[in-house]
């Protein structure tokens, strides 16, 4: 067994020179950032328990059968004396009107009175202790729940009308029942006026669909559009990176993760989470190292589409830099090179995807129907999120080279100081002042 982790574990170890190290710890060893939790992870679409498509509203009980229940089970209660009576009683209150009953039988009318009002208190005080309750499960911050009441939200508004007074054709006490009714069926207008997350329509996706307005917005098309973006030299920057508004939203799929947002109480509700930027680091490496090295075994000059396959944003790979890395003394000086501008040119272009991925996000919640769709906290969130792991990135970055390089090359440094000294010592030799002829010293 330890044979074997011993393998593994050189097989995983970064290449490293074995002669000359100095300029290996001053580029900050073989890698540009640490590896991915996952470099291969998948984004996987995550069903949640049916309970979160459950409306948890006290609106939900039945007040009647609540005063109803109370009533049966007066037995117990208080008036457990009187139980028998309105029990045998219980055919005459249901046959007669209650003036009736009341002029017929005193009595009995004011003891079904008292229970009917000992009845509707409890019952207010069982339905407090259920608004606390319903206040406490919303405090928690269901997304589902918090995107319901946004399509409640607007059903009201269809409710009340065109704006103006007295407009609207219904009366409030029944635009409250419908509203009740609805649940947010209706959905939210969405991308391009649209409605989408109620019955029959398509779900909301606060992140992705963000991002897909912010596409089309940087590009001066309408939000919703799917197309290919115009690609070739006039191609923007953005388009050369993603080509299609699906491409974009994948990217952000996998980096940011999303949330499926409906109303519907039988949909499952589904999730996908997101992986941060260090496994597309990882994916993107791989491609550039094998370019890189087809190049540097390679006996003829690279041409500019080839240098460009390795290249990062911004920073052209040259010429001389491959003359460099070939004219390295060991194969492992050269692995070592190789991977460390393999690493940082997928690096800088996924930092350009993030910065880019954060524009978007900017662009596309500027959307008059997502400005007003009360999604605003979800794609701040991730804004947020995608601004932290762009500084994680280039923090670790930083820190490797100031760090456990910075140590390394002071020691290399002290080293070679102290053999050049040493050299210099052993090569010079006092001047002999005395000579020796005939064998005595003159």
């Not at 229970?115 to 409890?122: D, K, L, P, Q, S």
């Not at 944003?313 to 692995?335: C, H, K, S, W």
């Not at 090179?337 to 910065?355: C, I, V, Y």
């Amino acid at each position: 067994m330890l044979l074997i982790l011993v393998s593994v574990s050189s097989l995983n170890a970064d290449p490293a020179p074995a002669r000359d190290s100095s300029w290996y710890y001053q580029i900050g060893g073989a890698q540009a950032v640490s590896d991915a939790a996952n470099p291969v992870a998948r984004s996987l679409r995550l069903a949640g328990s049916l309970d979160l498509s459950h409306i948890y509203s006290c609106g939900n009980f039945d007040p009647i059968t609540g005063l109803t229940n109370i009533l049966s089970n007066v037995q117990g209660k208080v008036m457990a004396a009187y139980s028998g009576l309105i029990g045998a009683a219980t055919s005459a209150i249901a046959a007669l009107p209650a003036y009736i009953l009341q002029r017929a039988a005193p009595g009995l009318y004011d003891l079904y009175q008292n229970a009917v009002i000992r009845g509707e208190a409890e019952l207010e005080a069982a339905n407090a202790s259920c608004q606390q309750m319903e206040a406490e499960i919303r405090d928690g911050k269901n997304p589902y729940e918090r995107f319901i009441n946004v399509a409640k939200g607007y059903d009201w508004k269809v409710q009340m009308g065109n704006g103006r007074s007295r407009s609207s054709s219904t009366d409030v006490k029944t635009a409250q029942e419908t509203v009740e009714a609805n649940n947010g069926s209706n959905g939210i207008p969405w991308l391009g006026g649209q409605y989408a997350g109620g019955n029959g329509q398509a779900p909301v996706f606060a992140i992705t669909d963000t991002v897909k307005a912010g596409y089309n917005i940087e590009l001066g098309r309408a939000v919703d559009d799917t197309t290919a973006a115009t690609t070739g030299a006039g191609a923007t920057p953005m388009a050369k990176v993603w080509g299609t508004p699906q491409a974009a939203q994948d990217y952000a799929q996998y980096v940011l993760g999303d949330v499926e947002l409906t109303t519907s109480k039988d949909r499952q509700r589904h999730a996908t989470p997101g992986h941060g930027i260090l496994p597309r680091i990882a994916s993107d490496k791989t491609p550039i190292l094998t370019a890189l090295k087809t190049i540097v075994n390679g006996n003829q000059n690279p041409s500019s589409d080839e240098l460009d396959k390795v290249s990062t944003p911004g920073i052209a790979m040259t010429r001389e830099v491959i003359d460099a890395i070939r004219a390295l003394p060991t194969v492992q000086e050269q692995e070592a090179a190789m991977q460390k501008l393999a690493d940082e040119a997928a690096t800088g272009r996924n930092l350009e995807k993030a910065l880019l991925l954060r524009r978007l996000l900017q662009s596309g919640r500027m959307e008059p129907n997502i400005y007003a769709s009360g999604l605003s906290p979800d794609i701040e969130m991730a804004v947020t999120h995608i601004t932290q792991a762009i500084d994680n990135v280039l923090y670790e970055t930083k820190i490797r080279r100031e760090m456990f390089a910075q140590t390394a090359t002071v020691l290399l440094s002290s080293s070679q100081a102290r053999s050049k000294n040493t050299a210099e010592t052993g090569a010079s030799s006092p001047n002999d002042v005395l000579r020796i002829e005939n064998g005595e010293v003159q």
